[in-house]
């Protein structure tokens, strides 16, 4: 698969079937439909999708925080199927979502990636982001979570 030959565009209310089953094919504790939909309300300018010959086949989600000292983007979920990892996809939504928070004056972005999912790491860690600190007991099974950041 050539990175030309998918689109990366703004999710859509339409989108949410597509996205709610690549969710529960890839995760133990997927995302209800419902957080998809408050997801695409609150920040529409901050997810996207993936799409090859009108299938979606990857998406991102992001919020932007300010903590005073600093605004931030946050990737709150974020997945490829597959069938289509290893081609650029992931490296495609996320430079995406990551050129959006800067637009939108982010000074850097984060998120939480399961401890076990070294695979993930090291993908985040290769598009330059670098661990932070543990989080323990972050996901709803008691597993910790990485928090890992990217500075623009």
């Not at 079937?17 to 939909?37: H, M, T, Y």
């Not at 543990?134 to 910790?144: A, P, R």
Request: hydrophobic share 40%; net charge negative; glycine share 10%.
């Amino acid at each position: 698969m050539k990175e030309d030959s998918i689109q990366i565009r703004r999710a859509k209310k339409a989108d949410i079937c597509q996205i709610v089953g690549i969710e529960k094919e890839l995760f133990n504790d997927p995302w209800e439909e419902s957080a998809f939909v408050d997801a695409l309300f609150y920040y529409s300018g901050t997810f996207f999708v993936a799409e090859k010959d009108s299938k979606i086949i990857g998406f991102v989600t992001a919020g932007m925080e300010d903590t005073g000292e600093s605004v931030y983007g946050h990737i709150m979920n974020i997945a490829v199927t597959p069938e289509c990892r290893c081609r650029g996809v992931g490296s495609s939504i996320l430079q995406r979502i990551e050129y959006e928070c800067l637009v939108l004056g982010a000074d850097g972005i984060q998120l939480e990636v399961r401890v076990s999912n070294k695979e993930a790491q090291r993908f985040y860690q290769k598009m330059g982001y670098s661990q932070v600190f543990l989080i323990g007991n972050y996901y709803g099974d008691g597993e910790d979570a990485v928090l890992m950041v990217k500075w623009f």
